[in-house]
Nanobody
Framework: QVHLVESGGGLVQPGGSLRLSCAVS????????MRWYRQAPGKERDLVAV???????VYADSVKGRFTISRDNAQNTVYLQMNSLKPEDTAVYYC???????????WGKGTLVTVSS
């Protein structure tokens, strides 16, 4: 049974930093494509960052140069380091895993990031 659990969200002032974690059980992050999405109230859920099984990364233009996605295979955990945060980064951030075996998506329940002074 696959479970994804996000953590690390909270309140931060503009210009600050947060590090989100996505702990995965029931599958191996290094063998799958991992993604971070975010959704602000009243808006669509948007892709933020991707890391593939080979280690390649892709970022949305809105976060490029500020956010970094990474993984710790020993901890079976994916991270999103967020720097130079802006109020428009405020959203619920969701961890997603595309599992190669079965070709299906799994989702965490999200963690709220609020950027405000």
């Amino acid at each position: 049974q696959v479970h994804l659990v996000e953590s690390g969200g909270g309140l931060v002032q503009p210009g600050g930093s947060l590090r989100l974690s996505c702990a995965v059980s029931g599958s191996v992050v290094s063998m799958n494509t991992m993604r971070w999405y975010r959704q602000a109230p009243g808006k669509e859920r948007d892709l933020v960052a991707v890391i593939t099984s080979s280690g390649g990364t892709v970022y949305a233009d809105s976060v490029k140069g500020r956010f970094t996605i990474s993984r710790d295979n020993a901890q079976n955990t994916v991270y999103l380091q967020m720097n130079s945060l802006k109020p428009e980064d405020t959203a619920v951030y969701y961890c997603n895993m595309f599992q190669v075996v079965g070709g299906i998506d799994f989702w965490g329940k999200g963690t709220l990031v609020t950027v405000s002074s």
